[in-house]
């Protein structure tokens, strides 16, 4: 079945230790990629997006995902993580001629 | 101020009470969608609108129903509401043109609870 699946329900991390959550996807074409971040309270907000190209792509708040079309991976990182980096990410697709997809999220806690 | 905005924030109300959600932007965008999440299910679609006269049923529109009043409005309402449609909900809009491309941009979220 088609899916975005992100395998980490919840991560705990140091502040200042690097970080990096998992978005696989399994679609037959490569779909256009998201990461969104929810702050606690808030909307979502938009984080980076892969369409095509390089596939590292560079993000707001130092993050940073690389595309792996042999993995069908689209992973998110961070090299220091902030306590204010502490929040669910939410990875999306869009498979061509679709509406978004989501991924169940993984929620973020950072230790002082 | 913000440019998606969601009233109410929260509500709580008991089952079988009709209920509207209601999302107002100011980005100029023709697109709008409504979305839920849940615990473990990340967002799913329930209704989007890709212009004024054009509603489209997502992946769980049963039990809502929806209105694109203006450009700028698009109404969720649950007829008779549930326990299970206890969620946060979330409107979002995006650019026309590549739309499927571009970027969504997200309220800040209606929490409801049905008793």
């Known amino acids: 079945a088609q899916s975005v699946t992100q395998p980490d329900i919840h991560i705990t991390v140091s502040e200042g230790a690097s970080l990096e959550l998992r978005c696989n996807y399994s679609?037959?074409?490569?779909?256009?990629l998201f990461w969104y971040v929810q702050s606690p309270g808030q909307g979502l907000q938009l984080l980076l997006k892969?369409?095509?190209?390089?596939?590292l792509v560079q993000g707001i708040k130092g993050f940073e995902a690389e595309f792996k079309r042999s993995q069908s991976s689209f992973n998110l990182r961070k090299p220091s993580v902030h306590w204010s980096d502490a929040a669910e990410y939410f990875c999306?697709?869009?498979?061509?001629?679709?509406?978004?997809?989501f991924g169940p999220g993984t929620r973020l806690s950072v230790l002082p | 101020d913000a440019d998606v905005t969601q009233t109410p924030r929260n509500r709580i109300t008991k089952t079988g009470k009709r209920i509207m959600l209601e999302c107002s932007q100011t980005?100029?965008?023709?697109?709008m969608y409504w979305y839920r999440q849940d615990p473990g299910l990340g967002l799913r679609l329930i209704y989007y609108?890709?212009?004024?006269?054009?509603?489209n049923k997502g992946e769980i529109s049963d039990g809502y129903s929806v209105s694109r009043q203006a450009q700028a409005k698009f109404s969720l309402s649950l007829e008779s509401a549930i326990p299970n449609q206890t969620a946060l909900y979330f409107c979002?809009?995006?650019?026309?043109?590549?739309?499927?491309?571009?970027?969504?941009?997200f309220g800040p979220g209606t929490r409801l609870t049905v008793l």
């Open positions: 980005k100029g965008h023709d697109r």
């Open positions: 609108s890709f212009d004024v006269k054009d509603i």
């Open positions: 999306a697709v869009v498979p061509y001629g679709q509406n978004f997809v």
């Open positions: 892969y369409f095509s190209g390089d596939t």
């Open positions: 679609y037959g074409a490569t779909p256009y």
């Open positions: 979002a809009t995006s650019e026309i043109g590549q739309a499927l491309r571009q970027e969504q941009f």
